[in-house]
């Protein structure tokens, strides 16, 4: 997966993370106020990921480009965030029947894609000739229809007063592609450490490490709406678009694959090494803030004393749909 993002042109890039924050943001936030009423928080993001990795999957071996773009349809940090909330909140079933599942599910999900887009790649693929002149003619196109995607996000942000959360979520979702896609080109291929791909792993744990201090701004003023509105947009689109489920699956897959029946477990190593990082990082990260104002500004907000603050619906992607 990491050689393949190498062969994307700078104008492909440009497309690639637009329209991956975009339309990223868009998807999994339907799909999750579709299913917030049916389903406990944990279990909330499941179905976004399973989508996601099955498209990432069927065009692994057919575009590259949108294999990349259907990565931002998953979500890590705010499932890493129900799942840690749940068992602080004592729900330690819920987090653990989450974490189990939602793993399975997404790896299923992946190879059912890989296994679909390979069949459909043999049945209906190109030529190689054929797949070099649509890049090359492709490449103007691209850049109008990423640019002008942006510019309708830009103007439904500011039009779109019902939906101004989403759109503006969708405005910096593509900053947060980014940069997943170059840390993962940068650090993936050319750090010496070669257990794991560093890139994706250090985007996740950034991701991690931002979505409880965003949190921690917005319920401790709830009353400033810019404020909160911006972090909501920040956290919902760009940190969001950081944290990739699909590209863990992605990788685990390549390593499994390519390391021989003796390496094989690096596969495993890394799958556990991203998700239980990322969840102890939340749940020191929360402990530690929600202690600290407890004892420190408890007269001055009383409503961050409650750690179910952070599982409340508004302090997840839902909000985003809010006025």
Sequence with gaps: MEQDQHQITQVNYFFVSIVSGVF???????????????????????????????????????????????????????WNQAMATSALNGNWFFALSS??????????????????????????????????K????????KFVAATSLWLLV???????????KLWLACLVAPLGAWTRHALSVKLNDHCKLELFPLGTLLANLL???????????????????????????FQGGFVDSMATISTVMAEAHSLHKNSGKDKAWRAYLYVLLTMV??????????VALVAAITSIATKSFPAVANIQEFSSPNATTSSLFLA
């Design 277 to 286: 990082t990322c969840f102890c990082v939340v749940v020191a990260l929360v």
């Design 24 to 78: 990223g943001v868009a998807i999994k936030n339907g799909l999750y106020q579709a299913l917030s009423s049916q389903l406990e928080a944990p279990f909330r993001q499941i179905p976004a990921n399973m989508l996601g990795c099955f498209l990432v999957g069927f065009f692994t071996n057919s575009n590259t480009s949108l294999q990349v773009v259907f990565d931002s349809v998953t979500s890590l940090a705010f």
């Design 207 to 233: 991701s991690s490490l931002a979505t409880p201090g965003l949190l921690l701004v917005k319920i401790t003023d709830p009353a400033a709406i810019v404020l909160v509105a911006t972090v909501d947009a």
């Design 154 to 164: 830009a103007v439904l942000a500011v039009l779109d007063h019902p939906r101004r």
């Design 99 to 132: 974490f189990i599942t939602g793993l399975e599910l997404a790896y299923i999900s992946y190879k059912i894609g890989l296994d679909t887009g390979l069949m459909f790649h043999d049945a209906f693929g190109s030529s190689p000739e054929k797949e070099k």
């Design 134 to 141: 649509k890049k090359i003619f492709a490449e103007p196109s």
